[in-house]
């Protein structure tokens, strides 16, 4: 059932932590030119965050009501996602759990379908958070399966009550990024699988052109100071690429060993040995590795991109381990 273009991202969290509230933020400011499709899973009979969700920039949306999706995700996740890869063909497929959910089974039901898991990204209730741990064991498996935790309200609480908070998220999960965030109104493209092809495609438009006295800037995505919201946040990102076949265990060694400030890898490389190319996808410390049945040539370059904060720093130790990854002959 696979679509080779279609990754997901799945948005869980306690009840009442905002996840619909952060689905609608990223929502309204679009994905570019990518499809976005959306299910949405409600325990009740009437589905509010639907509702809630429909009108908003998506191809389709559909909800997988009175039930909890990790509980019934077999029959019905499976025709949901049949029908939207049918009838839309998505670039990205958000799923919006409800606040019981457990990611784990979810993540693996996407694997089986032979779908790329982009990420999982994890709403808290700062303000709640000690009781929401009470009443629900389920909120520290949300928490240490997430790549993204978004500290949410972050208004209602103080320094020190914030401060508090993330120690305790931190000891359940320290390799997510976490970000911090009021009314789930978070500025970065570095939550959801079209970051990776943005930048890339940013990257090659810019290596293609220079700017002049006029350029359009907002065609680059910059506004009037000539700054875009990555650069205010100093997050950036360069690519590689190499006509040479790389060495597996090399690659996985560089991937396990990524300094903290890299959020995102991906790209499509050749390991030595191997009939197809693969897809590969680094998501804050966590990696895995697709087939892709691709032919290979003498004429084929693995290619991929970094994302990080201040990546620039990292670039040139990076390249130099990926040169060694590279096998002549």
């Known amino acids: 059932m696979g679509a080779s273009g279609l990754t997901v991202d799945i948005i869980t969290g306690f009840l009442g932590s905002g996840k619909t509230t952060l689905l609608k933020q990223v929502l309204a400011r679009g994905m570019g030119d990518k499809k976005v499709a959306v299910i949405v899973n409600e325990i009740?009979?009437?589905?509010i965050d639907g509702r809630a969700i429909e009108c908003m920039n998506v191809e389709q949306m559909i909800e997988l009501d009175n039930g909890c999706?990790?509980?019934?995700?077999?029959?019905?996740?499976?025709?949901?996602?049949?029908?939207?890869?049918?009838?839309?063909?998505?670039?990205?497929?958000?799923?919006?759990?409800?606040?019981?959910?457990?990611?784990?089974?979810?993540?693996?039901?996407?694997?089986?379908?032979?779908?790329?898991?982009?990420?999982?990204v994890t709403v808290v209730d700062a303000a709640n958070l000690d009781r929401s741990m009470k009443e629900a064991e389920v909120v520290r498996d949300q928490i240490d399966a997430a790549d993204f935790i978004?500290?949410?309200?972050?208004?209602?609480?103080?320094?020190?009550?914030?401060?508090?908070?993330?120690?305790?998220v931190r000891r359940m999960n320290g390799r997510?990024?976490?970000?911090?965030?009021?009314?789930?109104?978070?500025?970065?493209?570095?939550?959801?699988?079209?970051?990776?092809?943005?930048?890339?495609?940013?990257?090659?438009?810019?290596?293609?052109?220079?700017?002049?006295?006029?350029?359009?800037?907002?065609?680059?995505?910059?506004g009037a100071t000539g700054k875009s919201h990555l650069d205010t946040d100093a997050i950036s990102a360069f690519s590689f690429e190499s006509t040479l076949p790389l060495d597996r265990d090399?690659?996985?060694?560089?991937?396990?060993?990524?300094?903290?400030?890299?959020?995102?890898?991906?790209?499509?490389?050749h390991f030595k040995g191997e009939g197809w190319p693969s897809l590969f996808n680094y998501t804050c410390g966590r990696y895995d590795?697709?087939?892709?049945p691709l032919p290979l040539s003498d004429a084929f370059k693995?290619?991929?991109?970094?994302?990080?904060?201040?990546?620039a720093r990292e670039r040139k130790g990076i390249l130099g381990k990926l040169e060694k990854c590279k096998i002549a002959g």
């Not at 009740?44 to 589905?47: N, Q, S, T």
């Not at 590795?289 to 892709?292: E, K, L």
Request: hydrophobic letters at 35%.
């Open 44 to 47: 009740g009979e009437i589905g």
């Open 69 to 120: 999706i990790c509980c019934t995700v077999n029959y019905q996740f499976g025709m949901a996602v049949r029908s939207i890869i049918e009838t839309v063909d998505p670039h990205l497929l958000v799923i919006e759990t409800t606040g019981l959910a457990n990611p784990y089974p979810l993540a693996e039901e996407i694997r089986n379908t032979g779908l790329r898991l982009d990420a999982i």
């Open 150 to 168: 978004v500290m949410n309200k972050t208004d209602l609480v103080t320094p020190r009550e914030l401060k508090k908070a993330e120690k305790r």
């Open 176 to 222: 997510a990024l976490m970000l911090e965030t009021t009314y789930g109104a978070l500025d970065s493209e570095v939550l959801f699988a079209t970051s990776a092809s943005t930048h890339r495609e940013r990257l090659e438009r810019e290596a293609a052109h220079t700017c002049g006295d006029d350029c359009d800037h907002e065609r680059h995505g910059h």
């Open 250 to 269: 090399r690659f996985e060694r560089m991937l396990r060993r990524l300094p903290g400030s890299v959020y995102r890898a991906k790209g499509m490389v």
């Open 289 to 292: 590795f697709d087939w892709c």
């Open 302 to 311: 693995s290619q991929g991109v970094f994302i990080g904060k201040e990546i």
